[in-house]
């Protein structure tokens, strides 16, 4: 009987929390008049940003043009992760907006913006599941055989996939077995491989990556970034000798940009976070 009392107690705090996520609202669009998102410059336009008291970004503005690639560099905690949630919209700005193509992501509806961007996280969560479950997570249309080995071989894993008994059948997660860091990236960069969206946002992983690791996933992301629009969190100089354009981030906003040629003789920052050669997260 007491043991008994003790499941039930247990059982009620945790029902209690599964229905207070229930309970969340879903979100919504904010404006009834929605135009359909099209393809071209994104711009943030006057953007400010907090986190209750704690303000991240005051003003910032910033073009990104189609097909380039745009890194962004600074010190820990600047909020380079944050302006990726603003761009995702999991959060929307306090001010500002963001323009796609010159139309407010005010006007343009949330699943249909979400479609136009990939995230590859620094992190890479895997879910409990098939490999092949893990690759195709969150896609909408049906998806062949075929273009899962093919987006595999381009994302550098099909190697090691193929490599455990039961392939793309392989489970992963709780039950399963454990990813090294550079394997769930590479998975997670074959996912952006058949979502083949027109940007791409990248937050490169800070962990350790052995230099073998590191190469596959630079050549993995050589591949994807063609023809596309690439805003990528780098923390190693070689991802950005090659960017068209850098966005140095200091707190509460940009600190400059430009090309590494440009930024290495202006910006103090730069030249310091250059310095540390790998830098901070
Ligand atoms: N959900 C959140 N709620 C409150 N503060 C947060 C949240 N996410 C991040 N922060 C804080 O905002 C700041 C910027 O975070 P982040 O964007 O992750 O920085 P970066 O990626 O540049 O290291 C940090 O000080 C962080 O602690
Ligand atoms: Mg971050």
Same mark, same amino acid.
């Given at each position: 009987m007491s043991r008994f009392i003790t499941s039930v107690q247990s059982a009620k705090g945790s029902t209690e929390r599964i229905f207070n996520i229930l309970d969340e609202e879903d979100e919504k669009n904010k404006n009834d008049f929605l135009e359909e998102p099209s393809f071209g410059t994104l711009?943030?336009?006057?953007?400010?940003?907090?986190?209750? @008291?704690?303000?991240?970004? !005051?003003? /910032? &503005?910033?073009?990104?043009?189609?097909?380039?690639?745009?890194?962004?560099?600074?010190? $820990?905690?600047?909020?380079?992760t944050t302006l990726f949630y603003l761009l995702e919209r999991f959060y929307d700005p306090l001010k500002g907006e963001i323009l796609l193509d010159g139309k407010s992501h005010l006007n343009i509806d949330l699943d249909k913006w979400r479609s136009m961007f990939s995230y590859v996280s620094q992190d890479c969560?895997?879910?409990?599941?098939?490999?092949?479950?893990?690759?195709?997570?969150?896609?909408?249309? @049906?998806?062949?055989?075929? !273009?899962? /080995? &093919?987006a595999s071989i381009l994302a550098n894993c099909h190697e090691?996939?193929?490599?455990? $008994?039961?392939?793309?059948?392989?489970?992963?997660?709780?039950?399963g077995i454990n990813l090294s860091g550079g394997q769930k990236q590479r998975i997670s960069i074959a996912r952006a491989f058949l979502r083949d969206t027109p940007f791409l946002l990248l937050d490169e992983a800070t962990a350790n990556l052995d230099t073998n690791s590191e190469n596959m996933i630079k050549h993995a992301l050589d591949n994807l970034i063609y023809k596309k629009t690439t805003i990528v969190i780098a923390h190693r100089i070689s991802t950005i000798q090659n960017a068209d354009q850098i966005v140095v981030l200091d707190q509460g906003?940009?600190?400059?940009?430009?090309?590494?040629?440009?930024?290495?003789?202006?910006?103090?920052?730069?030249?310091?976070?250059s310095n540390q050669q790998k830098m901070t997260s």
């Amino acid at each position: 009987m007491s043991r008994f009392i003790t499941s039930v107690q247990s059982a009620k705090g945790s029902t209690e929390r599964i229905f207070n996520i229930l309970d969340e609202e879903d979100e919504k669009n904010k404006n009834d008049f929605l135009e359909e998102p099209s393809f071209g410059t994104l711009e943030l336009k006057d953007i400010g940003f907090a986190y209750g @008291e704690k303000n991240i970004f !005051e003003n /910032i &503005n910033l073009k990104i043009m189609p097909n380039t690639v745009t890194a962004l560099v600074g010190p $820990s905690g600047v909020g380079k992760t944050t302006l990726f949630y603003l761009l995702e919209r999991f959060y929307d700005p306090l001010k500002g907006e963001i323009l796609l193509d010159g139309k407010s992501h005010l006007n343009i509806d949330l699943d249909k913006w979400r479609s136009m961007f990939s995230y590859v996280s620094q992190d890479c969560p895997i879910l409990a599941g098939t490999i092949r479950e893990n690759i195709t997570y969150g896609i909408q249309r @049906e998806v062949s055989k075929d !273009e899962i /080995i &093919n987006a595999s071989i381009l994302a550098n894993c099909h190697e090691f996939i193929t490599s455990f $008994s039961d392939g793309y059948d392989t489970i992963l997660g709780e039950r399963g077995i454990n990813l090294s860091g550079g394997q769930k990236q590479r998975i997670s960069i074959a996912r952006a491989f058949l979502r083949d969206t027109p940007f791409l946002l990248l937050d490169e992983a800070t962990a350790n990556l052995d230099t073998n690791s590191e190469n596959m996933i630079k050549h993995a992301l050589d591949n994807l970034i063609y023809k596309k629009t690439t805003i990528v969190i780098a923390h190693r100089i070689s991802t950005i000798q090659n960017a068209d354009q850098i966005v140095v981030l200091d707190q509460g906003g940009i600190s400059g940009f430009g090309t590494h040629d440009q930024l290495i003789k202006s910006n103090k920052l730069y030249q310091l976070l250059s310095n540390q050669q790998k830098m901070t997260s």
